[in-house]
């Protein structure tokens, strides 16, 4: 009942009318959802113009939420625009995805959240770009290929090599699809590109895929994707579209997701589908109200299991403590080809992991206590959204 209120909240929002709630709206419930989701500046919004909450003490918290969201991301706008000058100052072409070109689909662009402004440039730009970055007042977090974070007081910002970094358990061609985005994107302003309308989407269907893999995506993320159709289903090239899932062996997946959407927001579907398993979008809601927005609080253990490649804890234990060199590889992309590098990985990889080790141990104790009956559960779940 909750998760329907939510639902048609986001959905009255996307149309630019009013709720239609039929049942008492349990209010401190909606908001902590709306918190956890990362998208309590759009019940802000709501309230502000339909009076959906009658408790005064949140309807101030919401005030609060609405007003400081907006202003950190005028903030966050104006250090990306500047940045992105400088980019183009020194003719390095760079493409931001997801937020900062979804934010303009949404009816007040301010309200849609985002923490890093993910940007994608060529690997030959990236020393280029590191010293822009620095020279202009930010913080390296990470410095490893193919993904560079900078930060500072207002902004943080991904550098990214490669558009997508994991293969989904699919193989190579899902990251090597989108190695030629920056050639396929349209021109912006300056050196700045936007992504290729059906590349875009199909990312978005990807980078969903893959915090699905790693723990979770909130309601968020299929929102994104339902204002995405709906403001281009004009242009979008949907029987193209399904033919490039099915190379990525996501066709399923696809299918679920866009099905998903439209019943969730009240968009109409773009093209026939029949073959979405039955109730999976009833499922696939329900995980998804489950947990945050990246699935954090949730417990990856079940999750970990299941995508090991013998699909057992003495497995992923293993692999925990003492990865293989390809999972090294993966993560310090420097000993790459390099092997002899090894020893150098694992300095830097003890380094990092020092502050982990009470969530490590944690971790492990947690994958030791599983109940494998949850594996399978999860296992078929995962299995029948197309993953």
Not at 52 to 62: C, M, V, Y
Not at 363 to 378: A, F, G, I, R
Request: neutral net charge; aromatic residues 14%; proline residues 3%.
């Amino acid at each position: 009942m909750e998760e329907n209120i939510i639902l048609e909240i986001l959905s009255a929002f996307i149309h630019n009318r009013e709720p239609h709630l039929n049942c008492d709206v349990q209010e401190l419930k909606v908001f902590y959802t709306f918190y956890f989701q990362n998208i309590l500046p759009v019940l802000a919004y709501m309230d502000k113009k339909w009076d959906i909450i009658k408790d005064e003490g949140i309807k101030r918290k919401l005030t609060d939420c609405y007003y400081q969201t907006v202003a950190e991301n005028f903030k966050k706008v104006a250090m990306f625009e500047f940045m992105s000058q400088k980019l183009s100052e020194n003719n390095i072409p760079h493409m931001p995805v997801k937020g900062w070109y979804l934010r303009t689909l949404y009816p007040v662009p301010e309200l849609r959240t985002f923490g890093d402004i993910d940007i994608l440039i060529r690997k030959q730009d990236r020393e280029k770009a590191d010293k822009i970055f620095i020279q202009n007042g930010y913080n390296v977090k990470e410095n490893w290929e193919p993904t560079y974070s900078y930060y500072n007081d207002l902004s943080r910002c991904e550098v990214h090599t490669e558009l997508m970094d994991s293969d989904l358990g699919k193989g190579e061609q899902v990251i090597s699809f989108f190695s030629d985005a920056l050639e396929r994107a349209e021109k912006d302003t300056g050196e700045r590109l936007s992504p290729q309308k059906d590349t875009h989407l199909i990312y978005l269907f990807c980078h969903l895929a893959k915090h699905l893999y790693k723990g979770g995506a909130g309601i968020r993320m299929y929102m994104d994707i339902a204002l995405f159709i709906k403001a281009n289903r004009d242009v979008l090239n949907f029987e193209k579209m399904y033919e490039d899932f099915k190379k990525l062996h996501l066709e399923q997946f696809f299918e679920t997701v866009t099905l998903a959407c439209c019943q969730w927001f009240q968009i109409e579907l773009p093209f026939e589908i029949n073959d979405v398993k039955s109730n999976s979008t009833e499922i696939l809601k329900e995980y998804t109200f489950s947990a945050d927005l990246f699935g954090k609080t949730r417990d990856k253990s079940v999750i970990s299991i299941r995508n090991n490649e013998y699909g057992s804890k003495a497995s992923v234990l293993r692999e925990t403590l003492f990865p293989s060199i390809q999972k090294i590889e993966e993560r310090y992309k420097f000993i790459k080809g390099r092997k002899y590098l090894l020893p150098v990985a694992w300095v830097a990889r003890g380094f990092v992991n020092l502050k982990e080790i009470p969530k490590k141990l944690k971790y492990v104790k947690n994958v030791s206590k599983t109940d494998m009956n949850l594996v399978s559960e999860y296992d078929e779940f995962i299995s029948g959204i197309g993953l």
